[in-house]
Nanobody
């Protein structure tokens, strides 16, 4: 089970840090990804981190502004979001899978989502 938190309302240029806590003792066996879905749009890839945390990959739209990290001892993955823009407004979801992939359809486990709203 994945539980995302940390969303909220922030002004453009501000920062937020999302967290996703996983239950169970196999967290380190999973690749973790962040995705987002804006109103009226399809869910899109944001960032992915491998099982050890040593490899990350980002969507071009967030590269240089967002940082994904994980703490396997705490069963938690994070998404630090800086220099936020109104177009970052979306529900953000964490997801877990065995494979290192950017494809939402490949992920087996999903959190409930946390809403991020960036005002201009």
């Amino acid at each position: 089970q994945l539980q995302a938190s940390g969303g909220g309302l922030v002004q453009a240029g501000g920062s937020l840090k999302l967290s996703c806590a996983a239950s169970g003792r196999t967290f380190s066996s999973y690749v973790m990804g962040w995705f987002r879905q804006a109103p009226g749009k399809e869910r899109e890839f944001v960032a992915v981190i491998n099982k050890s945390g040593g490899s990350t990959y980002y969507a071009d739209s967030v590269k240089g502004r967002f940082t994904i990290s994980r703490d396997n001892a705490k069963n938690t993955v994070y998404l630090q979001m800086n220099s936020l823009k109104p177009e970052d407004t979306a529900v953000y979801y964490c997801a877990a899978d065995a494979s290192y992939t950017t494809l939402a359809g490949a992920y087996d486990y999903w959190g409930q989502g946390t809403l991020v709203t960036v005002s201009s």
